[in-house]
């Protein structure tokens, strides 16, 4: 075995560290050199070299391009955001206990996103969670690198040979008309029908007749050919033959005749024995097969042409849609078919044109010639193209996101793995056809056994690209020989070494053109039959000897034979010779004519023995050839040639003197053309570098500028615009392997010559433009360099390898060099930067990659002086470009594999790299470049990105060791705040989420040591935890454009991508619009496409298909492209929701690690181990309070309770206490919110968040006053916010749900099964119980918290009921102000509350005008007031004081104490009641009395209102009251002067009944209406209200009596109101009297107005009707009780009881009369004030007089005579009744008689006769009474 093999077999036994070799496959089968060459190659240098260089193993360095394997992608679950109706399917899918996963989670790249995995440290942390992945979901390090300028791009492997189509070709059977007898032959090749050239070289195909094949040979072979790219013109070029035809015997026409022929059994026979003794061979028929269609582009839809088999299936390489099954049958001339079989088609080729006489190639397209006959068959052919595009393999195989179209068929055949570099994966192209084959339909063919022909392809010589293997071979084709007679003619070719020996055998060097292996001597030519002029169309390929001699030649033999059967087979005739030496026309291509021999005489070359020659044709050059050389070993170039001639004297000739010729030779290397330079490129490169190592110092600087100049003309002339050219990185990835071990490495002599060329130009000397070109050329330098370093030093330790490879240890001298050159080449990038040419940050980043790949092979600690070197050039701020070029340096380096285990530059440092990357990042964010800022936060989120990945790091000590690494930045932050303050919002989030991720992954003790560090310090680490909620708050819209936070001006930051979130990292947004750029694709592997097909249906329904560059066009069109909403709405639905589950994770992540650090925090400050200088815990209240404004979803809420629990437990005197109510009542109004939601389990973990409050109120208050205080005001606050009604179909207003659910929790909260939930919640189950310090009795009291939760639920139905009314307030004034009134009974707790909706409830009464209801608001407010200056002991008044308030307005309650001082509530509470609030109530309430005409309540409101102005000696305002109480007293007189007696108010009792009126239904109320409203006004304003509130169809009736209502009775479905008018009562009254009431008679002094008892007579008869005579006339009367007293602050009350007395008709009459006699005396004895004043009393006394004995009034008293004392009555009547009648009849009339004299005194002349009058009436009225009662006379 070589040395080479043996390394490949130790290589294969076991890995190398750091080289892989990759074995080459060459193309052209084992091609073996001349023999006699392959031992002593040493003799010929640069023959030796060609061959190292086309048959060595590749060596790449598998860490060049770094290395990463990320971890799984985690699963991310939708997270719900707590809207208060998150619905109840979600509450489903939250109870289900496993995750959605999100499994078909796109990446562009190999990389997957990873999966928390939960490690020790986490165990205590509230979430799994982590923010970076939900910040940085698409993270792809392959994507991100290339981002960074200057990045290196991995090249694929240089192909043997790889083209952008391969075509492979199978025979599969000939089928005939006449019958397939004998053998048949051909050859296909690909042909340019246009150029008439062709394009690979032919393969070889038979077919035999079934009788005639051999079991043991298997026809199935595969012709594989290569194609740059698809192009109409080119075709398949089928040339078919058959043995030369016997004369007489059966010719080829029958198998072309028109009607159908069969062959006999006798002609079969003959043909079969003839084809098996005839070796010879005639063309038969040829046909043209185009591949491609003309119109190639054509959609989908379009029929291929009529012969392309391949139209359908294969396209151009750019064109996308190719990628379609092939149609399944297509038909060629009406007659050819394809059929699909896995992705290759079978075509029939029944065009086959038969050839009437030998030709050549260029002939048959000849339109002179005469038109062929169709054979009557059918050729059928397999044929499949393998799309393998160079440029998508490339940019796939590492480069990352673009996503290759490929079958899996392609996939392998053009690219290696991510990781796996071996030959397995290489292109092969054998492997290509064997993959082919696995994916048919079980027709496994031979390829595996590697038995394809791969035809040499002629294109490949004249490509502009490096040879890549071993080809050496010339291709003759014999075309015409013209003779004077005719022949049957044939050509043998041999190859001969010499002309010395003619019986010596030609050389073994003729590739055979069956399908044997081994080479042959020579070969025949068809033969080309009786003609004068002989065409022939063979093909010979000839190997040629590694070295030519002028000896070599050509010799041509031409036979004559004849076809006929004799008594032996036919033998052949010789005619002449031709011989061609070789060397002579070695070219590309090249016709010769040549004359023809009669005899071979020895030394025939000879131009010597010439003149003896006999020649055919005199001498003639009758024999006219085409060479065609393919060689990789034998340059055409005379340069190349000179070069490698000279190189080889060089190095046989080891001593000097040699000439100047090498040097000659060197310098020419420039003007060779570009395409021999670049075919021979890594040989001549090969030998420079030799040149170079081991050269004497004008060699070295010779061949140093040679390969600069060849170097920049390659990235000049063959330029793909990239910055590294692709065939230099192929060499120095793959090629260059350092000679293989065989001599010195090459880094030291090139770093030498460098470096002089690079010290002089530093001192000045003029070194011509080569000093650029080696600029721009360094990368390929410094990379040739690290590559000799490295593999240097693992073949050191190659035979014993360690498992860790020491670093190399570099000489002194060299290092020092290589620091010389650093210095050199950095001066160039400060130079040149400042001058801003692109040229140094090409440098920049090529120095950088430099280190880098130094760091893995010599000692860190040496490339540390490189780094340090280049940042003392770059210190501090420095210009933009120059801070660019560095932080794309810091960028590049610390892309390394292993920088995290980089060690410090001292052995005490931790990291020298991450040092300086903190500070110079640091440096940046306070850089005035927005781009460069944007940069630096970049660079530090996609590092920590990829370490949180990283599969290396995925324990808990590696991830603290990291985050130990970063913590420093946190503090270079926390002492430089404003730097951070002064970033935009989009960098802010990259610095806060690095910070959060460093946090998250720090131990405990280093995050509490830097706390402990300074109270300053620690207050700002809080305030970044604020900036991290505040820039990570999840909003629904998605239209964040708003939120930007930036200082500056919008346009100064314009985002480059399009940003569809700017919650993400900017890598979202790239990730999204390269996502949205891929179509959505008919099949797509889970690998690459995105599965569009998984959305769910009803995102988009299937009947519109929803096309992403038409949204994104509408979104342009409609010129709302700019906003992010606008851009998401035009993304695919599935890349939507991603966003959105991305944002709602990000969101999650962050408020959960924000609430962990929190815990920490609080149990590190619980624990002293912390200074706080807060006596509040104000970092801990504002974050929470962060955390609860903004909206948080269930997982954090399910984290959120254990937190708070414990902090309250550690925290709970400093938070209870009153410094933190505004804290407390925060957190109390976010529970209440969550109490409203939908979802059950935020609902429940509310109600335990409101006991955990209840618990810490019991705990340090031991009673919940002052919780039931904050809890009011909160729930008073959230019913402002939340929507408590709901409007029903029908247009009226219902209860909605969340009022509902409020109720519901409120009242869960006292509930005591509440307590099972304890666990749910994450809660101890002993959570609520109190015990006071040393003792066990519990102080929580389920008592306590049902008060406070019947309070808390009160409120909210008084809200609720206020709120239903909201569109009848206008209609129905009473019940809005009932609405306000229960309001301010609900909040009656806080006076601050209860006094404001008593102030709306006084507006309110004002606009209707109901002035004492509205004194009373006023009364009741400076009640409030009064109370609770009274409690205070800072006031004027007493208790007395209140209680005599008290007695006007009974609401106002005499408990003046601890509830009131308890409601110092932050924001509200006694503090603001003073004495001159109370007394501007009072004001008022005594204005609105005044108004009222209650002058009576004004003049005791005043007697409160003195006290103050005496006790502050105010003697103005004394003054005023002082006459103010005149003012009242004198009304109050008036009043009581007037001869009508004051009536206030008017009252009526309204009942309703019917279902319509609700809460109403069934009840009585209590009216109190002014003064001048009389029934019928009250009768038609209610009807009008509660009309309006009906529906059409509803009847509203008015019961017309008073008599009591039976609800049972009443028709259904009708509403009934009864209205009546009733009189106050007075507190001293006599109901049980029988008089009729007269209100003057009561009313008659002064006394307060305070009624809250009613009654009304209701007249009614035993037989039902209403109406009877005096002796059957009934009445009833009823007295109401009402809740509360009029005036109240409300116009109605409710009746609570009512009673009824009924009087017979006896004491009707008795009680009629006797109301009568009262009044008149009254008249008579009212005392009156001034005697002179009789006008007012003569009035009222005539109008009772009149009443009275008045003749036509006699009726009265007369009728009750002729009722009860005539006839039978008077019988039925008791005597004590009889008496009382009497009685009261002879008082009344004595009571007349007096009243008659009084008149007479008062009256003038004028009445007189009105006077007459009476007396005529009383006196017929005694007659008239004498009848019944005789002693009438007697008693008058």
Request: glycine content about 4%; hydrophobic content about 40%.
């Amino acid at each position: 075995m070589s040395a080479a093999d043996l390394l490949v077999a130790d290589a294969a036994a076991r890995e190398w560290q750091r080289f892989k070799l990759i074995p080459r496959v060459s193309c052209a089968g084992n091609l073996d050199l001349d023999p006699l060459l392959n031992e002593n190659l040493e003799q010929w240098p640069h023959l030796n070299e060609l061959v190292q260089c086309y048959k060595a193993d590749f060596v790449k360095d598998d860490c060049k391009y770094g290395r990463y394997e990320s971890v799984a992608p985690p699963s991310f679950r939708s997270q719900i955001f707590e809207g208060p109706d998150t619905d109840i399917e979600t509450e489903l899918q939250l109870s289900k206990p496993e995750e959605t996963t999100e499994d078909d989670m796109p990446s562009t790249s190999g990389r997957q996103i990873y999966e928390t995995e939960p490690s020790a440290s986490s165990s205590n942390k509230p979430c799994s969670l982590s923010p970076l992945p939900a910040y940085e979901p698409a993270f792809d390090w392959n994507n991100e690198r290339s981002l960074i300028f200057g990045q290196r791009v991995t090249e694929s492997l240089p192909a043997t040979h790889i083209s952008g189509l391969k075509i492979t070709v199978k025979v599969l059977s000939l089928s005939l008309e006449a019958g397939l007898v004998e053998p048949f032959g051909g050859t296909i090749c690909l042909y340019n029908r246009d150029r008439r050239e062709k394009l690979s070289e032919d393969f070889y195909f038979r077919i035999l007749p079934t009788e005639m094949q051999d079991a043991h040979i298997s026809l199935d072979r595969w012709g594989v050919f290569s194609l740059d790219a698809p192009s109409p013109s080119v075709c398949l070029l089928i040339q078919l033959e058959k043995a030369a035809t016997e004369e007489g015997g059966v010719t080829p026409s029958v198998y072309s005749r028109k009607e159908p022929v069969h062959l006999t059994e006798k002609e079969k026979q003959k043909l079969q024995i003839w084809s098996r003794i005839m070796p010879y061979k005639e063309p038969f028929a040829w046909a043209m097969i185009p591949l491609f269609e003309n119109n190639h582009a054509g959609g989908v839809g379009d029929a291929a042409s009529p012969s392309s088999p391949l139209a359908r299936s294969i396209s151009g390489s750019s064109s996308q849609d190719s990628i379609m099954e092939p149609t399944s049958k297509l038909a060629l001339d009406g007659k050819l078919n394809h059929y699909s079989s896995g992705s290759s088609v079978i075509v029939e080729i029944s065009n086959l044109n038969k050839v009437k006489e030998s030709y050549i190639e260029d002939s048959l397209q000849d339109p002179k010639r005469k038109a062929h006959k169709p054979v009557k068959g059918v050729l059928r052919l397999e044929v499949e193209k393998l799309h393998n595009d160079r440029n998508d393999a490339d940019t796939i195989s590492e480069g990352g996101s673009m996503n290759n179209e490929l079958h899996g068929a392609e996939l392998n055949n053009g690219r290696h793995h991510r990781n796996s570099f071996d030959g397995a994966h290489s292109y092969l192209n054998s492997s290509a056809v064997a993959q082919k084959n696995a994916h048919q339909n079980g027709q496994n063919s031979n390829a595996e056994n590697g038995d394809n022909f791969q035809a040499f392809d002629f294109r490949m010589m004249t490509r502009s690209e490096p040879f890549s293997q071993l080809f050496h071979c010339l291709y003759v084709y014999p075309l015409t020989v013209s003779l004077s007679r005719k022949r049957n003619l044939f050509v043998r070719v041999e190859l001969r070494k010499d002309d010395a020996d003619i019986r010596k055998l030609p050389l073994e060097a003729i590739h055979p053109t069956d399908w044997s292996t081994t080479l042959q001597k020579f070969v025949h030519t068809q033969i080309s039959v009786g003609t004068r002029m002989s065409c022939f169309h063979d093909e010979v390929k000839i190997s040629l000897p590694a070295l030519l001699t002028p000896q070599h030649h050509l010799l041509f033999t031409f036979f004559h034979v004849d076809l006929q059967m004799k008594l032996e087979a036919p033998k052949p005739v010789i005619v002449g010779y031709a011989a061609l030496p070789l060397s002579t026309h070695i070219q590309l291509l090249s016709e010769v004519s040549l004359p023809i021999l009669r005899e071979l005489v020895p030394h025939y070359l000879q131009e010597s023995g010439k003149e003896r020659m006999e020649y055919l044709e005199d001498g003639k050059a009758v024999f006219r050839l085409r060479l065609r050389l393919c060689s990789s070993l034998l340059p055409v170039n005379e340069r190349i040639r000179d070069f490698f001639v000279e190189y080889d004297r060089h190095t046989l000739h080891t001593s000097p003197p040699w000439g100047s010729e090498l040097l000659e030779a060197i310098n020419s290397l420039k003007n060779v053309e570009s395409t021999a330079l670049l075919q021979f490129l890594h040989p001549i490169l090969n030998m420079l570098l030799r040149l170079i190592g081991d050269g004497g110092e004008t060699l070295q600087v010779a061949a140093f500028r040679a390969m600069v100049n060849i170097l920049t003309r390659v990235q000049q002339e063959s330029s793909d615009g990239a910055e590294r050219n692709r065939f230099l990185v192929n060499y120095v990835d793959f090629a260059f392997d350092d000679f293989g071990d065989r001599q010195t490495p090459v880094y030291p002599g090139l770093s030498t010559v460098w470096g002089s060329l690079a010290r002089s130009k530093a001192k000045g000397y003029r070194v011509g433009p080569v000093y650029d070109d080696v600029l721009a050329m360094a990368w390929f330098f410094l990379e040739l360099i690290v590559k000799s370093m490295g593999l240097e030093q693992s073949r050191l330790f190659y035979h014993n390898l360690p498992l860790d490879v020491p670093p190399l240890q570099l000489k002194e001298g060299v290092f020092r060099c290589i620091m010389q050159l650093f210095d050199c080449l950095l001066t160039e990038v400060h130079e040149r930067c400042k001058k801003g040419l692109n040229l140094a940050k090409r440098l920049n980043s090529t120095l950088a990659f430099f280190c880098y790949d130094l760091l893995s092979i010599i000692e860190p600690r040496q490339v540390f002086e490189l780094v340090s070197l280049y940042m003392d050039k770059f210190a501090g701020v420095c210009q933009s470009v120059l801070h660019d070029c560095k932080l794309t340096f810091l960028q590049i380096i610390c892309d390394h594999d292993l920088f995290v285990e980089m060690p410090g530059r001292d052995p005490s440092d931790r990291n020298y790299l991450s040092s300086v990357l903190i500070q110079e990042i640091f440096l940046t964010l306070d850089h005035d470049d927005l781009l460069q800022r944007a940069k630096a936060a970049r660079i530090l989120v996609v590092l920590i990105s990829k370490h949180e990945f990283d599969a290396r790091y995925q324990k808990s000590e590696d991830k603290l060791y990291i985050a130990q690494l970063y913590f420093p930045l946190i503090g270079q932050i926390l002492d430089e705040m404003p730097v951070f303050y002064n970033l935009n919002a989009v960098e802010k989030r990259e610095v806060l989420v690095v910070i959060l991720q460093i946090i998250r992954n720090l131990d405990d003790t280093t995050l509490i040591k830097a706390w402990q560090q300074s109270i300053a310090r620690t207050r700002l680490f809080f305030k970044l935890l604020e900036e991290c909620i505040t820039h990570f708050e999840h909003n629904r819209t998605g239209d964040s454009l708003l939120l930007g936070s930036s200082s500056r001006s919008p346009d100064a930051e314009r985002p480059v991508s399009p940003k569809y979130s700017d919650r993400l990292s900017p890598s979202v947004n790239a990730y999204l619009s390269e996502a949205s750029r891929h179509e959505i694709r008919p099949q797509g592997t889970p690998e690459n496409g995105y599965m569009w097909n998984r959305v769910s249906p009803q995102l988009s329904s299937p009947n519109q298909p929803y096309s992403l560059r038409e949204a994104l066009a509408q979104a342009q069109s409609s010129r709302i492209g700019s906003t992010a909403r606008a851009l998401r709405e035009s993304l695919h639905p599935v890349l939507r929701q991603k966003l959105e589950l991305w944002e709602e994770n990000l969101s999650t992540a962050v408020s959960l690690e924000v609430l962990g650090i929190i815990e920490k925090f609080s149990v590190a400050a619980a624990s002293l181990s912390i200074s706080t200088d807060y006596t509040k815990l104000d970092c801990v209240t504002s974050i929470l309070m962060g955390l609860l404004s903004r909206s948080q979803p269930l997982t954090f809420w399910e984290a959120f309770l254990p937190v708070v629990y414990n902090i309250f437990s550690l925290h709970g005197a400093t938070l209870m206490a009153r410094e933190n109510d505004r804290f407390l009542k925060q957190i109390a109004f976010h529970l209440l919110r969550l109490a409203v939601f939908r979802n059950d389990s935020v609902r429940k973990r509310a109600v335990v968040g409101l006991q955990i409050l209840v618990r810490n109120s019991f705990n340090y208050f031991k009673s919940t006053t002052r919780l039931r205080v904050m809890l009011t005001i909160t729930l008073s606050e959230l019913l402002s916010d939340v929507q408590v009604t709901q409007m029903k179909s029908d247009g009226s207003l219902e209860e909605s749900g969340e009022a509902r659910r409020l109720r519901k929790s409120l009242e869960e909260m006292a509930d005591v099964r509440s307590k099972d939930q304890l666990n749910d919640c994450g809660l101890p189950v002993n959570a609520l119980e109190v015990a006071a310090e040393g003792s066990t009795d519990n102080r929580w009291s389920w008592v306590e918290v049902k008060h406070l939760s019947k309070c808390l639920v009160q409120a909210l139905d008084a809200g609720l009921e206020h709120a239903l009314l909201g569109s009848v307030t206008t209609l129905d004034r009473c019940a809005a102000a009932e609405g306000f009134y229960k309001l301010a009974l609900a909040y009656a707790p806080v006076p601050d509350l209860h006094i404001m909706w008593l102030l709306h409830l006084c507006d309110a009464h004002q606009e209707m005008q109901s002035w004492a209801e509205a004194a009373q608001c006023a009364v009741a407010v400076a009640g409030v007031i009064m109370q609770a200056l009274v409690g205070r002991n800072d006031a004027v008044w007493s208790r007395e004081h209140v209680a005599s308030l008290c007695r006007i307005c009974p609401i106002v309650g005499t408990d003046v104490g601890a509830e009131v001082s308890a409601a110092e509530v932050e924001g509200y509470g006694a503090s603001k009641l003073t004495v001159d609030s109370a007394v501007k109530y009072l004001e008022l309430a005594n204005k609105l009395f005044a108004q009222a005409e209650l002058y009576h309540f004004c003049a005791s409101i005043q007697e409160l209102i003195i006290p103050v102005y005496k006790s502050r000696r105010a003697y103005g305002q004394l003054a005023k009251c002082h006459a103010s109480l005149t003012n009242i007293y004198e009304s109050i007189l008036e009043q009581e002067a007037s001869p009508i007696p004051f009536i206030d108010a008017t009252y009526y009792r309204v009942g309703f009944y019917g279902d319509r009126f609700g809460k109403l239904n069934k009840k009585e109320y209590v009216f109190r209406e002014p003064r001048d409203v009389r029934l019928g006004d009250i009768m038609e304003k209610l009807s009008h209200t509660y009309e309006a509130k009906m529906d059409g169809n509803q009847n509203l009736h008015i019961i017309p009596d008073s008599r009591q209502v039976n609800a049972d009775e009443l028709q259904p479905g009708v509403c009934y109101l009864q209205i009546t008018a009733v009189d106050p009562v007075m507190e001293d009254e006599d109901l049980e009297s029988r008089r009729e009431r007269i209100l003057s008679l009561s009313t008659g002094t002064v006394r307060a107005r305070v009624f809250d008892r009613f009654l009304f007579d209701t007249p009614f008869t035993k037989n039902g009707k209403t109406q009877g005579g005096l002796e059957s006339q009934w009445k009833r009367r009823t007295v109401l009780q009402t809740e509360g007293s009029f005036p109240a602050l409300v116009n109605r009350l409710l009746v609570i009881e009512s009673e009824s007395l009924e009087f017979s008709p006896v004491e009707n009459a008795i009680g009629m009369i006797e109301t009568r006699t009262a009044a008149l005396r009254n008249e008579l004895e009212e005392p009156r004030s001034s005697e002179g004043d009789q006008l007012p009393r003569l009035q009222s006394l005539q109008r009772i007089l009149q009443g009275s004995v008045a003749v036509q009034v006699n009726s009265g008293v007369l009728s009750v005579c002729t009722a009860f004392l005539s006839g039978e009555p008077a019988t039925r009547l008791r005597s004590q009744e009889l008496q009382q009648l009497i009685a009261a009849l002879l008082e009344f009339m004595a009571v007349c008689k007096r009243a008659i004299r009084v008149h007479f005194r008062l009256i003038g002349e004028e009445d007189q006769e009105f006077h007459t009058q009476l007396v005529n009436g009383f006196q017929s009225l005694t007659a008239e009474l004498s009848h019944y009662i005789p002693a009438i006379l007697s008693e008058l």
